[in-house]
């Protein structure tokens, strides 16, 4: 805490570039997900290949995938952006493909059969109502980036990660412990958000 | 508008994955107006003969028209929207309030606001709910009967020239459907919309109907005025489902339609 009373604007400017690395990483993650989400949706034989897929991938620890993208785009912002989107694509398409595979078969067959194009039937009648299961495949994406984004302090990013990686290269206890609790601060207060978020959109 | 009139010719439908067809070269001719009931047991090709219609099916060989339209050279999306479509599982939207459901046609088609809002209110009035207190509802807070009112009002909300019903009171308790059944008989009455309505329950067919076809596995075993089909069953099968059950009712039908019909 020490640390925090001394250098508080250090540690809110690398609490916002954390936020930020996580928020960019997370639009763009959902841009890739959400085909994907819909696809496994559409096509059950190909649900649990492509979800298998993905899951492996979450299962490859997250610092050996960032040693990966280290070698394949150097260090910087770039590894740590593509891991985090990479990471997430698990949690978000598989809560997309429940949230639409949860919906009552006769609502999409009334949905058809009242004249809606199959555009019509994802955006008017599924998404909505995937909506939450959505949410909550966000939020629990949301919360592991943000711990995740930490490592990116190692390769030469942004972000909270740069306090604990700099206070275990200098030994600076106070240092390595404002990074953490300020990153632990920002997954609680995000999860509580999306949480509330959840809970309106339900029916 | 003037009600459409639907001709299957030769129809012919087989599931993917499936040896037997489902539907068998069917023919068969539905006049404007008309109120024609598919009565069969579960599995004997009534919904699915239904389906191919609003072409939620497609035809493995013959053809279905509306109007002398080939259904099959017709946009899928236009051709829907143009028919009404009423399930067993209702199907309201749960995400919409009741008149946003009601409106679901009539907004896909661009009406204007004022149209859409007189229109819902107008229907909701015609199944016998207030709009002021149906209005905002969402679907979870409805009875059965009241969904399935509501499923109707969705499907006649843009002024369909056929309604297309696929058991539609067959979730409901029996003094709903008897309820909803007369409703039916009247709205349809007042409409004159060409209906197709597929039942397994004979006193539904029986007291809905212009004309009952009666099919299973797949063919059609009769199709006739009810009274015909009652007297004269065409088939050993077609005998023992117009007589199965209690048919005073059927029969009481019968006499009061002769009775009806002689004056």
């Known amino acids: 805490m020490s640390y925090l009373s001394s250098h508080p604007w250090r540690v809110a400017a690398l609490a916002a570039a954390h936020v930020e690395l996580v928020a960019v990483a997370l639009v763009v993650a959902l841009a890739v997900a959400l085909p994907l989400g819909v696809l496994a949706a559409r096509r059950p034989r190909v649900a649990p290949w492509l979800l298998g897929a993905l899951g492996a991938i979450y299962t490859i620890p997250s610092l050996a995938l960032l040693a990966v993208f280290v070698e394949a785009f150097g260090l910087g912002f770039a590894p740590i952006f593509v891991a985090l989107v990479i990471y997430a694509q698990f949690m978000l398409a598989r809560s997309i493909a429940a949230g639409i595979d949860g919906i009552d078969r006769a609502q999409v067959d009334a949905a058809r059969g009242l004249g809606m194009s199959a555009a019509q039937v994802l955006w008017r009648v599924e998404f909505p109502q995937a909506l939450p299961v959505f949410v909550g495949g966000i939020r629990v994406a949301a919360i592991a980036m943000i711990a995740i984004a930490t490592l990116g302090g190692y390769v030469g990013g942004v972000g909270l990660g740069v306090l604990i990686f700099n206070g275990l290269t200098l030994h600076q206890n106070a240092m390595i412990v404002a990074g953490s609790v300020a990153a632990s601060v920002l997954a609680i207060a995000v999860d509580a958000a999306l949480r509330l978020t959840q809970r309106l959109l339900a029916y | ?263």
């Open chain 2, 1 to 263: 508008m003037n009600p459409a009139s639907i001709r299957f010719q030769d129809v012919t439908v087989r599931y993917a994955g499936v040896q037997r067809n489902a539907v068998t070269d069917i023919s068969l001719e539905v006049g404007g107006g008309e109120l024609v009931v598919l009565l069969g047991p579960s599995g004997c090709g009534k919904s699915t003969l239904l389906r191919t219609v609003n072409r939620l099916v497609p035809l493995q060989s013959g053809r279905v028209e509306v109007d002398g339209n080939d259904v099959a050279r017709l946009d899928a999306v236009e051709l829907r929207r143009s028919v009404g479509y009423v399930i067993q599982a209702v199907g309201l939207f749960a995400n919409m309030t009741v008149a946003q459901n009601i409106a679901v046609v009539p907004s896909l088609l661009g009406w204007n606001r004022r149209d859409i809002d007189a229109r819902v209110d107008e229907l909701l009035q015609l199944i016998g709910l207030d709009p002021a207190a149906y209005r905002n509802r969402r679907p979870s807070a409805l009875s059965g009967g009241e969904a399935q009112r509501i499923g109707v009002a969705r499907a006649i909300a843009a002024r369909p020239r056929a309604l297309l019903m696929d058991e539609p009171f067959g979730a409901v308790d029996v003094v709903v459907r008897t309820a909803l059944q007369r409703e039916l008989i009247r709205i349809v009455g007042e409409l004159r919309t060409t209906t197709i309505f597929v039942t397994h329950d004979v006193d539904e067919a029986f007291r809905l109907a212009d004309r009952i076809v009666v099919m299973r596995e797949g063919r059609i075993e009769q199709a006739g005025a009810p009274f015909d089909v009652f007297q004269d069953p065409a088939t050993p099968y077609v005998r023992q489902l117009v007589h199965a059950g209690d048919d005073v009712y059927r029969r009481y039908y019968m006499r009061t339609r002769e009775l009806l019909r002689a004056t």
